[in-house]
């Protein structure tokens, strides 16, 4: 079964952008959608923030939350899913986990594979 590893956290300025990767093994990307969340600490897990749904459509799907700040993209090249996130204020400081799913989902529940996390801290 496809695995998934997030990089590409760290800690920013309010502000500023930030790039996050997540990278399948055991699989190819395109043939899963792929969706970020995030948890801030001490929170509930979000619904998904964007995903990127599988196949040669390779749609992006956002949450309301992010929308026109973050955008999700895939390289099947690479075999990872990126997700860039613009603007960013202390609010997004949280761990950012990409999982994979048969199609996009907003609820985290339906995505029976997760990354390990990167942490995204926003601070100044």
């Known amino acids: 079964q496809v695995q998934l590893v997030e990089s590409g956290g760290g800690s920013v300025q309010p502000g500023s952008s930030l790039r996050l990767s997540c990278a399948a093994t055991e699989g190819r990307v395109d043939d899963y959608a792929i969706g970020w969340f995030r948890q801030v600490s001490g929170k509930a897990r979000s619904g998904s923030l964007a995903?990127?749904?599988?196949?040669?459509?390779?749609?992006?799907y956002y949450g309301d939350s992010v929308k026109g700040r973050f955008i999700v993209s895939r390289d099947t090249s690479k075999n990872t899913v990126n997700l860039q996130m613009h603007s960013l204020t202390h609010e997004d400081t949280a761990v950012y986990y990409c999982a994979a799913s048969r199609t996009c989902w907003m609820d985290g529940d339906h995505y029976p594979v997760w990354g390990q996390g990167t942490q995204v801290t926003v601070s100044s």
């Open positions: 995903c990127v749904e599988s196949g040669t459509s390779g749609r992006p």
